[in-house]
C-alpha cells in the first residue's frame, strides 16, 4: 500500500529508538502505518514483559483499539528511528468513505490481523516453552495451510530469532529448545528454514497441554 509523500507531511510521526507510540491500556485513538524503522509490540503475560511482533516498513499496526473500540492491548516501542503515517478515528473514517479499493484492502489486512493477534496470544497462555515452541510451528503450520495431522515433512522459511519473539520468550533460551528438538530428530535446522519432521506429534502434545490447562 502506497503512500504519497503529502499524506507524511499530513499525518507523519517520527519516534527516536525506545520511544513509546503507544502503551498497553491506554485509550485507542490511533492507528499507524509503519513507512521506516522497525516497531516491536509487547504485552504484560504473567507478571513478564513478552514480546508479541516486530513491525517493519509497509505494515499498519494499532488498529485493534479503533476497531473495537478497546483500551490498548498492548505497548507499542520504537526500535530505530521509525517513521509512520498516524491516522484517527475521524480521518480513518474519512479514508474509508473516500477511497472504497483502499478501504477493502485495510478491511481484509483488519480482518487477518483480528485472527493473527488472537492466535499469538494462544501461544504465549501455554505453560512452558517447549510447548510455545511446538504451537508457533503449528501457527505457521496454519498460515502456510498445511495440515497439522500431515505426516509429511514441513518447511517454514523462519529463523531463531522470529521463533523466539513469536514466543515471548528469550532468543537464547529458545535456540536450546530448538537444538534440543534437532538433537531428537524432531527438526532441522538451517540458516534460512526449519524442516518439521512430525507436525501430528507437536499438535497432540499441545491438545494435551490445552485439555490440562482448561482442567486447572
Not at 36 to 51: A, N, Q
Not at 112 to 135: C, F, H, W
Request: charged share 30%.
Amino acid at each position: 500500500m502506497k503512500m504519497d509523500a503529502s499524506m507524511f507531511s499530513k499525518f507523519g510521526v517520527t519516534y527516536q529508538p525506545n520511544d513509546i507510540l503507544f502503551c498497553e491500556y491506554e485509550p485507542g485513538n490511533d492507528f499507524y502505518f509503519l513507512q521506516e524503522g522497525r516497531v516491536k509490540v509487547t504485552k504484560i503475560v504473567s507478571d513478564m514483559e513478552k514480546t508479541l511482533d516486530i513491525f517493519h516498513p509497509g505494515d499498519i499496526f494499532g488498529e485493534m483499539a479503533i476497531l473495537e473500540d478497546q483500551p490498548r492491548s498492548a505497548t507499542a516501542i520504537a526500535i530505530d528511528t521509525v517513521k509512520v503515517l498516524r491516522f484517527n478515528k475521524e480521518n480513518f473514517n474519512n479514508l474509508m468513505q473516500g477511497n472504497p479499493p483502499l478501504a477493502f484492502r485495510l478491511l481484509k489486512i483488519f480482518s487477518n490481523r483480528i485472527y493473527d493477534a488472537k492466535r499469538r496470544l494462544l501461544i504465549l497462555t501455554l505453560p512452558d516453552i517447549e510447548s510455545k515452541v511446538y504451537d508457533v510451528f503449528l501457527m505457521l503450520a496454519e498460515i502456510q495451510n498445511i495440515s497439522p495431522k500431515s505426516s509429511e515433512h514441513a518447511t517454514f522459511r523462519t529463523n531463531i530469532e522470529e521463533i523466539a519473539h513469536w514466543c515471548g520468550e528469550k532468543v537464547n533460551r529458545v535456540k536450546d529448545v530448538l537444538i534440543r528438538f534437532a538433537d531428537q530428530g524432531k527438526i532441522q535446522i538451517y540458516e534460512d528454514r526449519i524442516i518439521v519432521k512430525d507436525l501430528y506429534e507437536m499438535f497432540r502434545l499441545v491438545q494435551t497441554k490445552r485439555k490440562a490447562q482448561s482442567h486447572e
